[in-house]
């Protein structure tokens, strides 16, 4: 399913993973280390299901709820955090999912001057969990 969202997303449960440097298992440690109390998916059983390549976004399925996925932005603080992180980007059905991913890359290209594609499609370098800069990933096609 990751694959309908573009080459900036590394499907956890897939093969292409394999050639994935970041460690999954921190990916889903994170997340649960990060959401608090007060946040809406406190409680809330998520699979991680794919990453960002291109930021700390990550992708996941709720397992009371099967058809339902949310994005999540991660800090990679080590700590449970406050307020309204880590933020919730996206919360739906998959086709909501496709549906911002599809929004964002819209604003993204009519923002670019002249109409050219942002580099790294407006998205800040990829990182790892250590801020460590990742190679760039590959431009999903238009």
């Known amino acids: 399913m990751a ?6 997303w590394c499907d956890v449960t897939a093969d292409r993973a394999e050639d994935c440097d970041l460690d999954h298992l921190a990916l889903a440690a994170e997340l649960s280390t990060e959401v608090h ?6 409680g809330t059983a998520l699979e991680v299901i794919a990453h960002r390549l291109t930021n700390d976004d990550v992708l996941c399925r709720h397992r009371a709820t099967p058809s339902r ?3 999540l932005h991660l800090t990679w ?3 449970e955090e406050i307020g309204g992180c880590p933020t919730i980007d996206a919360d739906g059905e998959w086709r909501h999912i ?3 991913e599809n929004a964002v890359d819209a604003a993204l290209s009519e923002s670019a001057p002249n109409g050219a594609a942002l580099s790294g499609e407006g998205r800040k370098p990829e990182q790892g969990p250590t801020g460590q800069p990742r190679e760039e990933a590959p431009r999903r096609p238009s």
Not at 3 to 8: F, I, K, P, R, S
């Open 3 to 8: 694959a309908e969202l573009g080459d900036d």
């Open 98 to 100: 496709i549906a911002y």
């Open 77 to 79: 603080s080590h700590r």
């Open 37 to 42: 109390p007060a946040h809406p998916f406190f």
């Open 69 to 71: 996925y949310s994005i």
